[in-house]
């Protein structure tokens, strides 16, 4: 038996699979949709003549942005129908995206869902540039723009960021000491040590997708949160366990009732208080929070 020559095309690829991965998520706040792009980016990949290639991980990372794009704007179309808030994905991610900083703050539910309010260019130039580091001219060549056009995309999108996005975002310690304060509360039902975990001013997202009972809108203020939270446990009777996790390269819970998959709880956290509550509960987007989804940002 002969051993398997891999070519050249396959292994540029395999080498590259996670960071494509990771771009076309970033962008599309759907592992599903993902994966689909990484099927189109390979379909064309091989068809490409390597010989004319000077750097396959920019080339690679330019198919995937393209395939991405034109996904996003019909992705943007089925949010528009969504019932409630659309979430992105939450990935069961392995240690060391926590470990990244940059990665983890940039993949976080919190900042994903900030990145909905740009145009898909915006947020296609904005995960290139803030999230991988990549130059202007090599964004420019995958949007089609001028690297001038996309110096000013690139601004405007980072300023509409920067406006909605913590000013100091807590550490991974910090993180999982007001989860962890949170989750006991929850379990135990003390409704003041809730109180005291979350900041005046927290906004609670919840994600059902029309397919399982969640707040239509945002719900604002601790008061009002917590009424909310406490409504719905009583109606979900049962009983409620959370055990924490590590979602999007953050400190996260799995909410378990009775002991089936209820939700994905994510968190912002701002000067040891909870600013940020997102439960992801619609079914079809918990098919990754049982095992490791490997992100890459090199």
């Known amino acids: 038996m002969h051993d398997h020559v891999s070519d050249p095309a396959t292994e540029a690829f395999v080498a590259h699979r996670d960071l494509l991965f990771t771009v076309a998520y970033e962008m599309l706040g759907s592992a599903a949709d993902a994966e689909d792009v990484l099927q189109e980016t390979w379909l064309r990949w091989v068809e490409v003549d390597l010989a004319q290639v000077r750097d396959q991980r920019a080339y690679l990372v330019r198919i995937t942005t393209r395939q991405a794009l034109n996904r996003l704007r019909t992705l943007n179309r089925?949010?528009?129908?969504?019932?409630?808030?659309?979430?992105?994905?939450?990935?069961?991610?392995?240690?060391?995206?926590?470990?990244?900083?940059?990665?983890?703050?940039?993949?976080?539910l919190a900042l994903m869902f900030i990145l909905e309010t740009l145009s898909p260019t915006e947020r296609a130039v904005f995960v290139l540039r803030e999230v991988f580091d990549f130059g202007y001219d090599d964004i420019a060549a995958a949007i089609g723009k001028s690297p001038a056009a996309v110096r000013q995309i690139a601004y405007r999108a980072r300023r509409h960021v920067d406006a909605r996005r913590p000013r100091t975002p807590a550490s991974q310690e910090e993180a999982r000491a007001a989860l962890d304060s949170f989750q006991s509360a929850l379990v135990s039902g003390d409704l003041q040590g809730l109180l005291d975990v979350l900041a005046p001013d927290v906004v609670f997202v919840s994600d059902g997708g029309g397919l399982k009972l969640a707040a239509l809108r945002p719900v604002i203020g601790a008061e009002k949160v917590l009424r909310y939270m406490a409504g719905s446990m009583d109606k979900a009777g049962g009983i409620l366990t959370g055990e924490s996790t590590t979602v999007n390269g953050n400190p996260g819970l799995v909410l378990r009732l009775d002991g089936e998959i209820d939700g994905v709880l994510a968190f912002r956290v701002e000067n040891a208080r909870v600013t940020g509550l997102y439960y992801v509960r619609n079914p079809e987007k918990l098919t990754r929070v049982e095992s490791e989804t490997p992100l890459a940002s090199r």
């Open 78 to 108: 089925r949010k528009e129908a969504y019932v409630g808030p659309w979430l992105p994905e939450p990935l069961l991610t392995a240690p060391d995206v926590a470990e990244n900083v940059e990665l983890s703050e940039n993949l976080s």
